[in-house]
């Protein structure tokens, strides 16, 4: 969220990753200190594995934190000092312990309830009940977290909830520095756009596995795409084809935030701008049964009616039938 309104966010447990790669000194550290056991058949270490042995263990925990600690504090110094955003986040477990609190300006936490966070671990890391048990108790104390704490996001509501929180305290930080969010442009996808557009791609998939950038570029090559930039960040895509004067909005992706909305009728109306300069008859919007609820809310704002597809004239329903997964939702708008 904080990303989406413009801050630079440093995430403490990716340069974690980073460094811990093959052959890196961090590497070798960690591979003396816990054993071959702990690689795959890569040599790359299983983050899985060396957690079962750390979060069973205080001293393996200790003795992991001093190996990992002072390169990752390193490296955040680094980027905050190449950071050009006004804002710049860390995010990090043990902030407090690890010294990067006396770096920053204000200290927020994020909190919610302890069978939320059980819960979460197991649905979302693919953790086991036992596994997430351990994660928890090796954390800090909440409690000791909150007492120190400038400002405390609950998360344990819903995401609109959570929004709400995160907004009215970035609007303080606004107040005090100037408005940090950056402006907006809508523009088709470019070659140089690719780093930007994976990016964005790995935050929407909710594996948060980060797409190769080669299939990102066939991706945005293989149709039309335009994005929604907030400064240098993609906050919305949507991409589309079109086939015998027939436009076809395929796939339309948004951050989550109070301007969903907006920036997905932005991207529309730029679609709609192509297709018109195409001399398209027709706009359809083909997307899978509940894939994008963000479009259900505002389709009829944006001129778009549901149809069949056994309604449509035979020369569309044949455009439908080439680009359509079975069991698709069809919005119609005439161009004309």
């Not at 993609?234 to 969903?260: F, H, K, Q, R, Y």
């Not at 529309?268 to 008859?281: K, Y």
Request: glycine share 6%; charged share 25%.
């Amino acid at each position: 969220m904080l990303h989406h309104l413009g801050a630079r966010i440093i995430d403490a447990d990716q340069l974690a990753h980073d460094v811990m790669s093959p052959n890196t000194d961090v590497w070798r550290q960690i591979v003396a200190a816990f054993g071959r056991e702990i690689l795959d058949e890569k040599g790359a270490i299983v983050r899985a594995k060396l957690g079962d042995i750390v979060f069973q263990d205080a001293e393996a925990l200790t003795r992991l934190e001093a190996i990992v600690y002072p390169v990752v504090i390193a490296r955040t110094e680094q980027l905050i000092a190449e950071a050009q955003e006004p804002v710049v986040v860390v995010e990090a477990i043990k902030l407090i312990e690890s010294g990067l609190l006396d770096r920053c300006d204000t200290l927020w936490v994020v909190t919610c309830r302890r069978r939320q966070q059980m819960e979460r671990l197991v649905e979302q890391r693919y953790l086991t009940k036992a596994q997430a048990q351990a994660r928890v108790r090796a954390q800090p104390p909440q409690a000791e977290k909150i007492f120190q704490a400038d400002v405390v996001i609950d998360n344990s509501g819903s995401l609109d909830e959570t929004w709400e929180q995160v907004h009215r305290e970035w609007q303080k930080i606004a107040a005090l520095i100037g408005d940090p969010t950056p402006p907006t442009q809508v523009r088709r996808a470019t070659r140089e756009d690719v780093p930007a557009v994976a990016r964005f791609l790995a935050k929407m998939d909710w594996r948060g596995k980060p797409p190769n950038e080669e299939a990102t570029l066939a991706r945005i090559m293989g149709r039309a795409h335009w994005l929604l930039l907030r400064g240098n960040q993609v906050a919305g895509m949507a991409s589309w084809e079109a086939l015998n004067l027939v436009a076809c909005l395929e796939e339309i992706l948004v951050t989550p935030g109070p301007d969903a909305s907006e920036i997905l009728c932005k991207l529309v109306d730029a679609v709609e701008g192509e297709a018109r300069i195409l001399q398209c008859e027709v706009m359809l919007a083909i997307f899978p049964p509940g894939a994008n609820s963000e479009w259900d809310k505002v389709y009829k704002r944006c001129g778009y009616t549901v149809v069949s597809i056994a309604g449509l004239a035979k020369a569309w329903r044949d455009v439908v039938g080439e680009v359509a997964p079975a069991g698709s939702s069809v919005f119609q708008k005439s161009l004309h």
